[in-house]
Nanobody, 117 residues
């Protein structure tokens, strides 16, 4: 599966951004989709995930109540980010987990989010 992420940018604290990720290729085998992020000098961390069917969203504690993961009827997934904080600054990656694997195997190129205080 090929993934193309977009929507990052510079925003002030308290603002909102909506990240998008377009999937192409063998999407019929996708079990779940997710968003991860990597801040400068830190390891990549989980942000949110949802089943390809659009049910069972999961969120990291740090973003619960502020971020919403979703997908549309096509092959696009989204991460709506509200009430952004400076600690949300990172490169955000979308990823997919195939039905045949218990890990995320395909990754987008990342989109950078910078939150100024």
């Amino acid at each position: 599966v090929q993934l193309q992420a977009s929507g990052g940018g510079l925003v002030q604290a308290g603002g909102s951004l909506r990240l998008s990720c377009a999937a192409s290729g063998r999407t019929f085998g996708i079990y779940a989709i997710g968003w991860f992020r990597q801040a400068p000098g830190k390891e990549r961390e989980f942000v949110a995930s949802i089943a390809w069917s659009g049910i069972n969203p999961n969120y990291a504690d740090s973003v619960k109540g502020r971020f919403t993961i979703s997908r549309d009827g096509a092959n696009n997934m989204f991460l709506q980010m509200n009430n952004l904080k400076p600690e949300d600054t990172a490169v955000y990656y979308c990823a997919v987990r195939p039905s045949s694997r218990n890990r995320y195997t395909d990754w987008g190129q990342g989109t950078e989010v910078t939150v100024s205080s």
